[in-house]
């Protein structure tokens, strides 16, 4: 008798990460590298999963990879497809260091994994493995922060000359689609997590970016591919600057709001006035930024704290996130409140 088919998110967390585990190792046999002579470590099992894959090759050498496992209920094939040709374009254009996918050993940039009693697919795509150090923002300096900003510029600087002939599949997050409210409403445990004031403040947040996005359209190469998620986890310091990694989440929006997650991972900060100012100081050094935009950066920095909440209402199958929500949303609430007052 032919088991009952599950889908993904109906599995729970260790259920989930032994999928994950599983498909890794199928997934790595479509790829040129020696199955017999490589280790598989997670590195991130919070969103999609993340393992690390290192080959002992025949002459000593140890080749390093980046395993990237995606979650059912989050990016389509296109969009996965999309952020990779854009990825191959910035080391093709630029000299910034982003990660490089490795296509498969019939040329194709991510593989399909399907599992047995699972209904979905588990799509994974295998990364060149990037070196180099990770500052918490608590270790950063203006020095750092300013590299930090320079990455970003040279990133919509590519960005603002790619996007308007590539017609890549990526979320948008403008006026219409920032905020998916929908996860706020259909949420199991949205009726414990926010309370009405919390509600209203989303409002109100969402009212004054809207505000903000208006007056961004009124200008021109203010809307692009973006990163969306530069916070320090996600960026790195090597011997001539910064790069940064882990694009899945990169999206149509404005270059703008693409410095929000970084100025928010700054703000909590003694030093965050001098971080702040090298951070869009490093940006001008390659990028133009009109001097009124920041006055919009409190906003939009209120506008990622409130998206952070919604992406945690739809991520509560994660122990730790659970146990912890209560005082996350506390957090960025109290964050949101002084950001528009």
């Not at 630029?94 to 697919?121: A, M, N, Q, R």
């Not at 990169?250 to 003694?270: K, Q, V």
Request: charged letters at 20%; aromatic letters at 10%.
């Amino acid at each position: 008798m032919i088991g009952k088919m599950q889908s993904f998110i109906s599995l729970d967390y260790e259920q989930q990460i032994a999928s994950y585990k599983q498909a890794a190792t199928i997934a790595l046999k479509a790829y040129d590298v020696a199955l017999e002579a490589i280790s598989i470590e997670p590195i991130s099992l919070v969103n999609n999963a993340t393992f690390k894959v290192l080959e002992a090759t025949a002459d000593g050498v140890t080749r390093q990879f980046a395993l990237r496992i995606h979650r059912p209920d989050g990016e389509k094939i296109e969009a996965i497809r999309s952020e990779l040709l854009w990825l191959q374009a910035i080391r093709r254009n630029t000299t910034l260091k982003t990660p490089h996918p490795v296509p498969t050993i019939s040329g194709e940039p991510l593989v399909s994994v399907s599992l047995t009693g699972l209904k979905d697919v588990l799509n994974c795509v295998l990364f060149e493995w990037l070196e180099g150090d990770y500052l918490r923002t608590s270790e950063q300096t203006p020095e750092s922060s300013y590299q930090v900003g320079q990455f970003a510029g040279a990133l919509h600087q590519q960005s603002s000359q790619f996007s308007s002939t590539s017609g890549l599949v990526r979320r948008r997050l403008d006026g219409n689609s920032i905020f998916d409210r929908s996860i706020l409403t259909v949420s199991v445990d949205r009726s414990s997590l926010f309370t009405q004031e919390h509600i209203q403040i989303f409002q109100q947040v969402e009212e004054r970016t809207q505000t903000v996005f208006g007056k961004l359209d009124q200008d021109h190469q203010t809307f692009g591919l973006i990163h969306s998620d530069l916070i320090w986890k996600n960026y790195f310091f090597h011997e001539t600057g910064v790069g940064a990694l882990d694009f899945d989440s990169c999206s149509w929006g404005y270059f703008l709001y693409d410095l929000a997650p970084t100025l928010l991972g700054y703000r909590d900060e003694s030093g965050y006035p001098d971080l702040r100012k090298a951070c869009l100081s490093g940006y001008r050094s390659v990028r133009h930024l009109p001097a009124q935009h920041e006055q919009y950066l409190d906003t939009l920095i209120a506008a990622r704290h409130l998206i952070s909440c919604v992406w945690l209402a739809g991520h509560l199958d994660n122990p730790d996130l659970r146990q912890n929500a209560s005082s996350i949303i506390a957090y960025r609430i109290s964050e949101m409140c002084d950001l528009i007052e």
